[in-house]
């Protein structure tokens, strides 16, 4: 489980975060959502102790993670985010390597099946002796999966994971992250993708948690938020998606015409 309290954090004097509150339960999948600037990332980078909030605490299974050695935060939680990778000269099993190195103790072999089982779960075992700066967008995104994967934590945090990707690996990345059974939270700016993987969602705006809850609930206030239109389409699987566009915000019904008008719900 892991729980941020109240957190507070300004980047020089500009406020970013204002008394964030967020908790994902053990194995439950949460959905960071909110416009640009919202403060997501920041969130999440407190959430792994990337910056320390000006006020506040996050608490990782009971304990607050500022009692915590690095790497005892690295054995609990993987992150996902758009990092530096990328630059360096390695290869994708040296870069899902790198996941492993907070349980190898000192003088230890590397563990190649634990490399060579996340490269094959993400798909991406072809492509374990390319360097990762040769990469599309896309293959380096799932890279950086099986790297979180070869990590075997019980917290997954990702940023945007489903950047860069095709739809269909947004989909497969998204279901993998379901299936690992972690306790995740997930930035994701597709809303659609949100209302499907995710158990529970969390709508930051402008540094504060604007609604969270039950999917459903969110994306009710969702087109106040962004300030658009949206019509609610329920898909033959039972989730309820989405479709916007640019207008006054407000909620249609499922099936209802554009033109007609229905407060969210
Ligand atoms: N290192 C930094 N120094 C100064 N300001 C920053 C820094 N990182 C982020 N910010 C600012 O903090 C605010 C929140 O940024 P953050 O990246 O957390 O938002 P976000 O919701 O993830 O945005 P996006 O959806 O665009 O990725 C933004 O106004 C951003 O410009």
């Not at 995740?184 to 930051?204: F, G, I, K």
Request: charged share 25%.
């Amino acid at each position: 489980m892991i729980e941020a309290h109240h957190l507070h954090h300004a980047y020089g004097r500009r406020p970013v975060l204002r008394g964030v509150d967020l908790r994902a339960g053990q194995g439950e999948v949460v959905g960071l959502v909110g416009p640009n600037g919202s403060g997501k990332s920041t969130l999440v980078r407190a959430l792994y102790g990337a910056i320390t909030p000006d006020r506040g605490s996050v608490v990782l299974d009971g304990v607050p993670l500022g009692a915590l050695r690095r790497r005892e935060v690295a054995r609990r939680v993987a992150v996902v985010v758009q990092d530096a990778a990328q630059e360096l000269p390695l290869s994708v099993a040296d870069v899902v390597e790198l996941g492993t190195l907070p349980h190898r103790r000192p003088g230890r072999a590397r563990d190649d099946r634990v490399v060579a089982q996340a490269l094959r779960r993400v798909g991406v075992d072809h492509l374990a002796d390319r360097m990762v700066g040769a990469l599309s967008g896309g293959e380096r995104q799932r890279v950086l999966v099986a790297r979180a994967l070869a990590q075997q934590t019980s917290h997954l945090l990702l940023d945007e994971p489903t950047n860069h990707l095709d739809i269909r690996y947004q989909h497969e990345v998204l279901a993998l992250v379901r299936d690992l059974g972690l306790t995740t939270v997930v930035v994701l700016h597709d809303l659609n993708l949100a209302a499907r993987y995710c158990d529970r969602l969390v709508l930051l705006r402008e540094g504060r948690v604007h609604a969270a809850g039950p999917v459903a609930d969110v994306l009710a206030v969702v087109p106040d938020v962004y300030g658009l239109r949206a019509q609610r389409v329920d898909a033959d699987d039972g989730t309820r998606q989405l479709l916007f566009r640019r207008g006054d915000a407000r909620t249609e019904p499922h099936g209802a015409a554009p033109g007609s008008t229905e407060g969210p719900g």
